[in-house]
């Protein structure tokens, strides 16, 4: 089983993968830290601050390609990767794609709790104007549609588990 999460900055992708990755013994990935060591860069907003965002894109791009084929894992992606047809075809090869689906203020009130704000967080009106345009690319993608708003862990990773069977490809 291939699982991947896709969502807005803040949507709770990384909690769900690393609880889903326990809950079903598959081995938990998630892009920004493999970026982070397959570049050797020590945070994300390094990137962004050193090398800018469209190098970043490409990183991005590159660790999809080297996800392709990878079995029995669920991977955390970062809320970008569905602005890039080309990162996402090898990423969602053979997967079950989910969409944590979250209103923008949710988002936002989860992403201000973060120790560091991820660089396109930075300015708020930005990110909303992001997160608009995102969220059809997100709706396109995804083969299950998971609400996370007044959701708590374990009853997202409930409803996962039953529409992952529902889907029949578990
Ligand atoms: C990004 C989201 C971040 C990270 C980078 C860009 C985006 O990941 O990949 O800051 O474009 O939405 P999270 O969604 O895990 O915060």
């Known amino acids: 089983m291939k699982i991947v999460l896709i969502g807005f900055m803040g949507s709770g992708k990384t909690s769900v993968a690393q609880e889903l990755a326990k809950k079903f013994g598959l081995e938990f990935i998630d892009m920004d ?11 994300i907003n390094e990137i962004f601050s050193q090398k800018g965002e469209q190098e970043f894109r490409k990183m991005e791009g590159e660790v999809a390609r080297s996800l392709a084929n990878k079995e029995n894992v669920v991977i955390s992606t970062g809320g970008g990767v569905v602005g890039n047809e080309q990162t996402m075809q090898p990423l969602i090869k053979d997967a079950e794609v989910i969409h ?6 949710s988002a936002e009130k989860r992403v201000t709790q973060k120790e560091v704000r991820p660089p396109l967080f930075e300015d708020v009106a930005k990110a909303r104007q992001l997160y608009e345009t995102r969220i059809p690319l997100y709706e396109k993608y ?9 959701t708590s862990l374990n009853e ?4 996962i588990e039953v529409k992952l069977g529902q889907d029949g490809r578990e």
């Open 142 to 150: 995804a083969d299950i549609i998971i609400d996370t708003d007044n």
């Open 156 to 159: 997202v990773l409930a409803q």
């Open 100 to 105: 944590l689906k979250t209103g923008f203020e």
């Open 33 to 43: 830290e493999m970026i982070l060591k397959r570049f050797g860069m020590a945070s």
